[in-house]
Antibody
Framework: DVQLVESGGGLVQPGGSLRLSCAAS????????MDWVRQVPGKGLEWVGR??????????EYAASVKGRFIISRDDSKNSLYLQMNSLKTEDTAVYYC??????????????WGQGTPVTVSS | DIQLTQSPSSLSASVGDRVTITCRAS??????LGWCQQKPGKAPKRLIY???TLQSGVPSRFSGSGSGTEFTLTINSLQPEDFATYYC?????????FGGGTKVEIK
């Protein structure tokens, strides 16, 4: 079974940094794009960014709201996805979800989600 | 950026009702649209992809239709476990975006 387990969330001060991890199992991780999606408590879903697969050289895409501050990386040998969050702002407070993306067919996007890890940015 | 506008933002319905939720895209996105269901305190779960293809394991009372800029999610014979928030999402171009959500509540 496909499993995605996020970790690393917590309380951080504005301007600080945090690194989230997503441990994947049950599928060939290197074949898939992977995404981060966040949700402010009580609000809707916001796509944060994407790591493409090895065929596409692990290139990344980001939402404008996080570009230049957040970095997505992955370690296929560990079946893990990461989100390095720098220069954090109070508006980055949210639950962060790891989601599985396509291999090649776009219809594969967002088919599995982790349980989420909460991040609170506050002084 | 492609904006997705869902309507209504909330609705009240009874068990057994038919419910229809609409998602309008600000630009044509072919069939590059999915629907997710989220229950309180839980992660979203994909129900439909490619605008109309049911995810494996999802009950057949859920259906999706549309292409281009206008899409609908229909739930036939609403069940107690269907009370949740529903989101449309597109994967046509970057940035990927979600609709604002539709909360389906018990009447």
């Amino acid at each position: 079974d496909v499993q995605l387990v996020e970790s690393g969330g917590g309380l951080v001060q504005p301007g600080g940094s945090l690194r989230l991890s997503c441990a994947a199992s049950g599928f060939t991780f290197s074949d898939h794009y992977m995404d981060w999606v966040r949700q402010v408590p009580g609000k809707g879903l916001e796509w944060v960014g994407r790591s493409r697969n090895n065929r596409h050289s692990y290139t990344t895409e980001y939402a404008a709201s996080v570009k230049g501050r957040f970095i997505i990386s992955r370690d296929d040998s560990k079946n893990s996805l990461y989100l390095q969050m720098n220069s954090l702002k109070t508006e980055d407070t949210a639950v962060y979800y790891c989601t599985r993306g396509r291999r090649e067919d776009p219809d594969g996007d967002f088919d599995y989600w982790g349980q989420g890890t909460p991040v609170t940015v506050s002084s | 950026d492609i904006q997705l506008t869902q309507s209504p933002s909330s609705l009240s319905a009874s068990v057994g009702d038919r419910v229809t939720i609409t998602c309008r895209a600000s630009q044509a996105i072919r069939h590059d649209l999915g629907w997710c269901q989220q229950k309180p305190g839980k992660a979203p779960k994909r129900l439909i992809y490619g605008a109309s293809t049911l995810q494996s394991g999802v009950p057949s009372r859920f259906s999706g239709s549309g292409s281009g800029t206008e899409f609908t999610l229909t739930i036939n014979s609403l069940q107690p476990e269907d009370f949740a928030t529903y989101y449309c999402l597109h994967y046509n171009s970057y940035p990927l975006t979600f609709g604002g959500g539709t909360k389906v509540e018990i009447k």
